[in-house]
């Protein structure tokens, strides 16, 4: 029986209110985090935190042949059908295919260590710590498969608490051993950061009743095929955005300097910690949910827009906030010598918004597991992305990399809306395309605003213009999920929503 709007609603807002709160602590140690890094070891540091980690992420996400995210789609279709055995023989293939793996892209990463040094940084001088790498690859090959499980079988409580425990480690680490060791911290940290996550998603994993089956390691590659032949298609789009994100490191090292990078780096960062609950929630209970109704194709048009309401609704307020008080937040998150970061923020932020509207849109060829039309559609647009890029580092400068992100994720909408039309003959309701007539011009305006006025007219603009936004977010989540409902109901104990709610 489908759910009732209020009812689907509620759960996605549960979800992304338990994610989104394992988040907002993740976002607030993460400004401890990035501001001791800011500190003691600079944008130039920043820039090899940037680029190490883009290069762990390229071997990486080759290494894990994409099975992480294909299982957790097998999972959450054999759990929505009770199948005990169809989800042994997953989670244990799954587990084996992620060890083997993950030995492959250790010895990988030690073998490319010494190209890898010269492309990126001109020298071999960087090599050791590049292949250092090696045993982070497997121990988040590892991670990830546990991790499949948790989000396949909607573990959100465990994931949410995976993401506070990987952010209060990470801090705690980086701050350690960037005080002791500067720079030369950096791999260090990394390391620990790797391993001690692998650690507690082991535990979490371990917690989950799994049935017990047998198989023969012959058997489990028959049994991953399918896994594979998904996470194929997965692993080439992964690798293509770890390929995007180090080819522009890349880029701007050699066009610039690692400050520079730094500077990319620090707003890149903050642009993605702002939407990173909503995106988040989506990857970690809306893909599983839509998964399990994909045979529904009218069920899933009313999912992809009620997801886009939420998503819209919730994150609104903050990109707005975000981009008005830009150069105020590069200061508080890092320091003085970010400032650059500001004006990339900004064109991040716009970016960022337009990725809450076309991933709902985007998940749906997941969902039916049209590996072809997510092949084709993801490829296209990282490629276009690498020209974009390229084009605007060369003629705007840095901030033309921003630039190219907001002008990819508008075209993106486009087409992934065009795709959806074709596969599930999907349209925005009228309750969606409201919200969309009435927040994108408010964020045009913000902007704007931001780029031709002074600082003082801009700030109280952008304040007005991001507390009309909120009042309408906080009204029009109270409209959808009722006035019942426990979050509402702690929310009117906020002086002035109530009355906001009901005017």
């Known amino acids: 029986m489908a759910e009732s709007k209020p009812d689907s609603y509620n759960q996605i807002l549960k979800s992304t209110s338990i994610i989104g709160g394992a988040a907002g602590i993740n976002l607030l140690l993460g400004m401890v985090r990035m501001k001791f890094a800011a500190v003691l070891i600079g944008p130039a540091g920043v820039g090899l935190v940037g680029t190490y980690q883009a290069i762990q992420g390229m071997v990486g996400t080759v290494a894990g042949l994409g099975i992480q995210q294909s299982a957790v789609r097998d999972i959450a279709k054999a ?254 998150f890092f320091t003085g010598e970010f400032l650059p970061a500001a004006d990339l923020l900004q064109w991040f932020i716009l970016g960022c918004l337009a990725r809450v509207i076309s991933w709902p849109l985007a998940f749906v060829m997941l969902a039916l597991a049209k590996s072809r039309w997510f092949f084709v559609t993801e490829t296209s647009f990282n490629l276009l992305h690498l020209a974009m890029i390229w084009v605007g580092l060369i003629i705007v400068g840095i901030e033309g990399v921003a630039i190219a992100f907001f002008c990819l994720y508008v075209l993106y909408i486009a087409v992934v809306y065009g795709v959806a039309r074709h596969l599930i003959g999907f349209r925005w309701e009228c309750a969606t395309l409201r919200l969309l007539f009435i927040f994108l011009p408010l964020s045009g305006c913000a902007f704007i605003f931001e780029r031709v006025f002074s600082l003082p007219f801009t700030t109280a603009m952008g304040m007005l213009v991001t507390s009309i936004a909120t009042l309408l977010c906080v009204r029009g989540l109270v409209q959808r999920i009722g006035d019942d409902s426990r979050i509402v109901q702690l929310s009117f104990r906020i002086p002035g929503v109530r009355w906001v709610c009901e005017f």
Not at 129 to 144: E, K, R, Y
Not at 176 to 184: E, H, I, K, N, P
Not at 201 to 219: G, I, N, S
Not at 304 to 317: S, Y
Request: glycine content about 10%; charged content about 10%; some cysteine.
């Open 79 to 332: 759990v929505g059908k009770g199948d005990d055995l169809a989800i042994g023989r997953t989670i244990l293939s799954l587990r084996r295919i992620c060890w083997l793996t993950g030995i492959i892209g250790m010895i990988a990463m030690i073998a490319l260590a010494v190209p890898l040094s010269q492309y990126t940084f001109g020298s071999d001088g960087y090599a050791l710590d590049i292949a250092l790498l090696g045993p982070i690859i497997f121990f988040a090959n590892i991670q990830g498969g546990q991790a499949a499980v948790l989000q396949g079988m909607r573990r959100i409580g465990d994931l949410a608490r995976l993401t506070i425990i990987g952010a209060a480690v990470g801090t705690v680490v980086a701050v350690a051993l960037y005080s002791f060791l500067g720079a030369r911290g950096i791999i260090p940290s990394l390391f620990f950061i790797a391993l001690i996550q692998l650690i507690a998603t082991w535990h979490f994993a371990r917690r989950v009743a799994v049935p017990k089956v047998h198989l023969t390691w012959q058997e489990s590659f028959h049994a991953a095929n399918s896994m594979i032949r998904l996470g194929l298609v997965f692993m080439w789009n992964g690798l293509m955005v770890a390929l995007v994100a180090y080819l522009t490191r890349s880029w701007i090292s050699q066009e610039l300097d690692l400050v520079a990078v730094g500077i990319f780096t620090a707003a890149f960062s903050l642009s993605g910690m702002f939407i990173n609950f909503i995106l988040g929630a989506m990857s970690a209970d809306y893909y599983p949910r839509l998964t399990e109704i994909s045979h529904d194709h009218s069920a899933m048009r009313r999912l992809v827009n009620e997801q886009t309401e939420i998503g819209l609704l919730l994150a609104v307020p903050g990109l707005l906030a975000t981009l008005t008080f830009a150069p105020w937040i590069i200061r508080v």
